[in-house]
């Protein structure tokens, strides 16, 4: 029993972090239509930026929020110097056509992560390197129990429950958020309407990036920081997001939190070796059955 | 109030406005009729910027606008509503009217508030349906809340493009009827894009007939209505 809730535990406190990378990943895709390889590249550019202050005996908070904010503006710089201008006039009529349009961004993508990770590589040395947290991360004891679930696990859940509250009431709630849905859904009635969708473009890529740095820096502590770490939750981020249906903000959160805890399954109850093998079957299942995702609609672009 | 003077659009190798010169007077109905393919729908969406004209001018209240974006433009006061009942299906209906206000919220929120209650007020089923999605109205309330989208901004001038497509003719007259009140009760200007050239006559002050790119005729709406040879040639009845 303990077995189980502590699996319970800690594959939704896992799942709330590939929830944010599959949101950041879902944003971009929504708002953009760019798969964008370079997320989790963002993502440990900035948690390099947190380590470095943390090791120049910055607190952790401090180090938290410069993180998040270099996050995001890492996210905007990726549009504004290299995704806008690529949207701007191809050289050719190849490039020109509808099937380059839609892939030069994602190869692009691909060319930043590289960039950044031969930027890490050079600039914090290329060998792995702790990452704290802000509270213990072993079994916490309260009242001489055990529980199956650690305070940094609390803390995980807590945020990330928090900042999907957030999310979802600025895309419900507010206007800007509006302006993003009608953007992503309609971009030709949306310019009619007045919104500027260049700029709600640059901002889907802002939140995007500020979510995937922050699930690099909740998921680094368990992994060590170097320069490909993050490379694995963009796979199961983008896994997640497939699952959930890739344009739809819900179902990344709840593709997020499935596959948390199937892993976590899989760890405790088979063998850690068998992660992959699981995460492919449910990716192939998923495709054959439901190929738009558990929540995705019909007619979008399958996977 | 809005000039055009030798508007040339190409897509492609394709001209699909090869020197339009045309103008849409204060205050009046002009209608834009023609076949299919003359031109109609892109001559709106390059006076809004969707699509760009190789030449030619395009004058608003004695300023050129052409070059601005489509997010300017409707800031001019110039709302187009494209053709296909274009709303976003996936929102509410409460949240298309909001989305066409929401670059004057901050300026003027006031106004705003008035102007969604004046659109409820023209179109009370839009009012019942407000928490509905778009993609459950049928095809006359999209229309009705693709109007009010643009209405909704306060346009001195409105673009419509081909309102009565695939709508019943009962639905259609009432549209119709809707917009020229408007016009007469509050001075907007419209230009008409119709492919039913009796109905958008009936209400319109000028007529232009558009063919293969090209102005064929630029009367008073009543003339052209009467013109038997006319109609013959480029509406074939």
Known sequence: MDIFLSAIFSGTSRGAIYALAALGLVLVWRGAGVVNFAQMGQAMFSTYIASTLIAHNYSYWIAFIVALISGGALGALVDLAVMRPLGRKRSSSFLDSPAMRSTVPVIASLGILGVLQAAAGIIWAAEERGFPTPVNSLGLVIGGKSMPFTAFDLFVMGIVFLTLAATTYFFKGTGMGLAMRASALNPEVARLSGIRIGFVRTLSWTISGVASSLAGLLVTPSANLSPNTLDLILIIGFTAAVVGGLDSLLGSVIGGFALGLLISFVNVYDAPEDIFLAILIVLLTVLIIRPQGILGSKGVRRV | ?237
């Open chain 2, 1 to 237: 109030m809005l000039e055009i003077k030798d508007l040339v659009t190409e897509y492609g190798s394709v001209k699909a406005l090869n020197g339009v010169t045309l103008s849409a007077h204060e205050g009046k109905i002009t209608t834009v009729i023609g076949a299919n393919g003359a031109g109609k729908s892109t001559l709106l969406r390059t006076i809004s910027a969707l699509e760009h004209p190789r030449s030619g001018s395009i004058t608003w209240k004695q300023k050129s606008i052409v070059g601005l974006s489509p997010e300017n433009i409707v800031r001019l006061g110039i709302a187009h509503v494209p053709e296909g009942h274009a709303v976003i299906s996936e929102l509410s209906v409460e949240e298309n009217i909001s989305m066409g206000a929401l670059f004057r919220m901050r300026s003027n929120k006031s106004d705003v508030k008035k102007a969604t209650q004046e659109m409820y007020e023209l179109f009370p089923r839009l009012d019942e349906r407000k928490k509905q999605l778009a993609g459950s109205l049928s095809g006359g309330e999209r229309q009705m809340l693709a109007i009010s989208r643009a209405l909704v901004s306060r346009p001195s001038l409105l673009l419509l493009d081909e309102p009565s497509l695939g709508l019943a003719p009962l639905v259609v007259e009432q549209i119709i009827q809707t917009v020229n009140d408007l016009c007469r009760n509050t001075g907007l200007t419209v230009l008409l894009v119709e492919q039913n050239a009796n109905t958008a006559l009936s209400v319109a002050d000028h007529g232009v007939l558009l063919s293969l790119g090209t102005v064929v005729a630029d009367l008073p709406a009543a003339q052209m209505k009467a013109d038997v040879a006319l109609r013959a040639a480029y509406l074939g009845y």
